[in-house]
């Protein structure tokens, strides 16, 4: 299933960068995310598809990118720089995974409040991708 290629890539990339890997429901995210950096990725949402033979799958990806610290610290701005950063390296990877077709739409936006109880700095990050397959 190309949502598990997509899943892949995005993982690899992030433990790439130093960040520790989780996916689900955003409903457990405050529960399960146990170490920072982390990344968490919502299940991809399969949001169009299209072609017989040659199939695009495009998906809906949102990403939660945190680091440890308070978003009111006065730092929280150079981490919120480094988060887009690693954001945009994300979006980066997917681009060069020979399954994808194209990548558009990144949107990235700070997030105001903690995301769990550890009291994290984060982003939010979202993009399209279009997964390109032979059946």
Known sequence: MERESLTAVLRRAAEDLGYVFY???ESLLAAKVT???????????LKRVSGRRERRDTYAVR???????????????EVWRILEDDAAALY???RACER???VRGLKVSPETKPL???GETAVAAEFEAEMFYCD
Not at 35 to 45: I, M, R, S
Not at 70 to 75: E, Q, T
């Open 23 to 25: 996916i689900g429901s």
């Open 35 to 45: 170490v920072l950096p982390a990344v968490w990725l919502t299940v991809p949402v």
């Open 63 to 77: 990403l939660r990118l945190m680091m440890a610290g308070v978003p009111d610290d006065a730092g929280s701005r």
């Open 92 to 94: 980066g990877a997917v």
């Open 100 to 102: 994808v077709r194209s």
């Open 116 to 118: 769990t109880p550890r």
